[in-house]
């Protein structure tokens, strides 16, 4: 009899905890503050749906901050991630926009201080030892001036916003090697993953000397990438330079939305 009454009532403690488990979650997320910061890969250049009032930072209703607070609903959802931006621009008109009662911070920063979009301009204009050059000379900043840079633009971060959970996304390899591909060659595709792996892997080892959630996009885009059958990146497009190599639509929310939301 004693047995079956603290059974009972242990069954009754965690009926009621869990009951009260189930409250508490929403209420939580109600009490985000959330701000976007970063590049065109955070403020949704390649996917469409811009806003109007974002003017040339292409500020895209699709891109996975947007999508994320749509379906999260925090307390308040912010981006001014912009098309362009490098670190330094982060660090002067990016940064004002968090505070003390910032609790979540997301960005992409670090490929336009290597100059990426001269890169795949050279690459796709002057050929593969050009591009080869380039990747290489991309490199070699990578190991050298980017992680100083990074290292500003996250204490600047932890400075602005000292309660926030900082979520830090890479970039995606482009190319899927070993394919038939019309274009650069075999050899500028091999180069740029390269590069692109030296850099994911360089802003990974600075997010985590500060404290940063590093939330890597490199797996989910494979099968996805240029020179697969089902991309979710731009390939070069002359008719609006400006979205080539950069997510689809879909490559945002197949690709960095679920990896965000893993990690937010």
């Known amino acids: 009899m004693r047995r079956s009454r603290l059974v009972a009532a242990l069954a009754g403690l965690l009926s009621a905890a869990g009951a009260t488990l189930a409250f508490a979650a929403p209420a939580q997320a109600a009490t985000i503050n959330y701000v976007a910061l970063g590049d ?15 003017g040339s930072c292409d500020r895209s209703t699709k891109a996975y901050s ?23 621009d982060v660090n002067s008109s990016q940064l004002s926009a968090l505070n003390s009662s910032t609790s979540l911070v997301s960005l992409t920063i670090g490929g336009n201080d290597i100059g990426f979009s001269n890169i795949m301009t050279t690459c796709a204009l002057q050929g593969t030892d050009a591009c080869v050059a380039a990747v290489q000379s991309a490199e070699d900043a990578v190991q050298s001036t980017l992680p100083g840079k990074l290292d ?23 190319y899927q090697l070993g394919t038939f591909c ?26 985590q000397r500060h404290g940063f959630v590093f939330a890597d996009v490199r797996d989910i885009f494979v099968g996805h990438q240029l020179c697969s059958g089902d991309k979710w990146l731009h390939a070069l497009n002359f008719a609006d330079i400006t979205e080539s190599y950069h997510p689809t639509a879909t490559g945002q929310s197949s690709g960095y939305l679920p990896v965000f939301t893993s990690n937010a």
Request: charged share 10%.
């Open 182 to 207: 019309v274009g650069l060659s075999a050899k500028s595709h091999a180069k740029i993953d390269e590069g692109i792996n030296l850099l994911d892997d360089t802003i990974r080892a600075a997010a």
């Open 152 to 174: 500003t633009t996250y204490n600047g971060i932890h400075q602005h916003a000292p309660n926030a959970r900082v979520v830090v996304l890479s970039y995606p390899v482009f």
């Open 40 to 54: 065109s890969y955070s403020s949704g250049v390649g996917a469409g749906s811009y806003i109007d009032s974002s």
């Open 66 to 88: 947007a999508l994320w607070a749509a379906a999260h609903s925090p307390s308040s959802y912010s981006s001014v991630a912009c098309s362009g931006a490098t670190t330094s």
